[in-house]
């Protein structure tokens, strides 16, 4: 495919969330995954990792995972939170997407009598 087949991008991206457009929508599209009613999942998934970007430079320039509150007190960063919420919806996103995965969930073996603790070893 080529640039000019690519499915255009969306107004009002950012430009972490364009950069990755720009490399999963080509993608999607030849395998046959970019319908044009499935864009809008794209979007999110891209607005998703723009926003794992951004926390991660910001807790970077921050000093990292803890900060101190107004009683001194060390607690996780806010941003981290917002972090692994974008990340989870990232996820998600890429899942339903065929980014990763069949975006179906894994069938169990051996059928009903299987017990679902045997490959643990326990």
């Given at each position: 495919?080529?640039?000019?087949?690519?499915?255009?991008?969306?107004?009002?991206?950012?430009?972490?969330?364009?950069?990755?457009?720009?490399?999963?929508?080509?993608?999607?599209?030849?395998?046959?995954?970019?319908?044009?009613?499935?864009?809008?999942?794209?979007?999110?998934?891209?607005?998703?990792?723009?926003?794992?970007?951004?926390?991660?430079?910001?807790?970077?320039?921050?000093?990292?995972?803890?900060?101190?509150?107004?009683?001194?007190?060390?607690?996780?960063?806010?941003?981290?939170?917002?972090?692994?919420?974008?990340?989870?919806?990232?996820?998600?996103?890429?899942?339903?997407?065929?980014?990763i995965g069949s975006g179906a969930p894994a069938k169990p073996?051996?059928?009903?009598?299987?017990?679902?603790?045997?490959?643990?070893?326990?």
């Open positions: 495919m080529t640039k000019a087949d690519a499915p255009a991008v969306p107004k009002g991206l950012t430009k972490a969330a364009r950069a990755e457009w720009d490399r999963v929508a080509p993608v999607l599209r030849d395998r046959g995954g970019l319908p044009a009613e499935r864009e809008p999942l794209l979007v999110a998934y891209c607005n998703a990792m723009a926003l794992i970007a951004e926390c991660d430079k910001s807790l970077s320039k921050r000093g990292g995972l803890m900060i101190k509150g107004a009683n001194g007190i060390e607690r996780v960063h806010p941003l981290f939170g917002a972090r692994n919420k974008a990340s989870q919806n990232a996820l998600q996103l890429a899942k339903r997407l065929g980014i073996t051996g059928g009903d009598e299987h017990d679902a603790y045997s490959d643990l070893g326990i």
